[in-house]
T-cell receptor, first 115, second 112 residues
Framework: DTGVSQNPRHKITKRGQNVTFRCDPI?????LYWYRQTLGQGPEFLTY????????KSRLLSDRFSAERPKGSFSTLEIQRTEQGDSAMYLC?????????????FGSGTRLTVV | TQLLEQSPQFLSIQEGENLTVYCNSS?????LQWYRQEPGEGPVLLVT?????EVKKLKRLTFQFGDARKDSSLHITAAQPGDTGLYLC????????????FGQGTTLQVKP
């Protein structure tokens, strides 16, 4: 297992276009998280899954954002009608059990630039 | 709402110097973690502290959890350029252990 994998690493899109990111977590990790991070700031929570169930969504996740984890393995995050304010690093993390005790393993992120 | 405050926000030092960064809250943490993030990469877990007063060491890094579990510090001895990065503390909010909340981070630059 090579850790948490995110694709693509970089994405440049025009305002108004839709984009989709993929995250492949560590195979034995049942929890998967999406965060957004802007330069020099800490990651902001977006949503998380336990297996295929989406258990929590942040108010940051507007109706233009949707995340899925259909088979409890990989996950996708889609942003519709992108805006310049969506430009950020999108981080995926996975964990086994309670993250407060075991922590997260993060991927390298997808950097989105909306022009 | 539990919030984390990290200080300083930015620190630039010369190689060989010592430094301490802080993570504070007005609320009690059930546990707290420190992560380091290098530019263009995801954060990497350094340590988890659980018990008030706990001290953990990782080579030149010393982590301390406050007695009242409301604060934590990270001390680096003889900093090296490889220590450069964003240092983040994170905790599971009370009543919700399913996720972590992160502070805004301390950006450390170690000049050779």
């Amino acid at each position: 297992d090579t850790g948490v994998s995110q694709n693509p690493r970089h994405k440049i899109t025009k305002r108004g276009q839709n984009v989709t990111f993929r995250c492949d977590p560590i195979s034995e990790h049942n929890r998967l998280y999406w965060y957004r991070q802007t330069l020099g700031q800490g990651p902001e929570f977006l949503t998380y899954f336990q297996n295929e169930a989406q258990l929590e969504k942040s108010r940051l996740l507007s109706d233009r954002f949707s995340a899925e984890r259909p088979k409890g393995s990989f996950s996708t995050l889609e942003i519709q009608r992108t805006e310049q304010g969506d430009s950020a690093m999108y981080l995926c993390a996975s964990s086994i059990g309670s993250p407060g005790r075991f922590g997260y393993t993060f991927g390298s992120g997808t950097r989105l630039t909306v022009v | 709402t539990q919030l984390l405050e990290q200080s300083p926000q930015f620190l630039s030092i010369q190689e060989g110097e010592n430094l301490t960064v802080y993570c504070n809250s007005s609320s009690v943490f059930s546990s707290l973690q420190w992560y380091r993030q290098e530019p263009g990469e995801g954060p990497v877990l350094l340590v988890t502290v659980v018990t008030g007063g706990e001290v953990k060491k990782l080579k030149r890094l010393t982590f301390q959890f406050g007695d009242a579990r409301k604060d934590s510090s990270l001390h680096i001895t003889a900093a090296q350029p490889g220590d450069t990065g964003l240092y983040l503390c994170a905790f599971p909010p009370s009543g919700n252990t399913g996720k972590l909340i992160f502070g805004q981070g301390t950006t450390l630059q170690v000049k050779p």
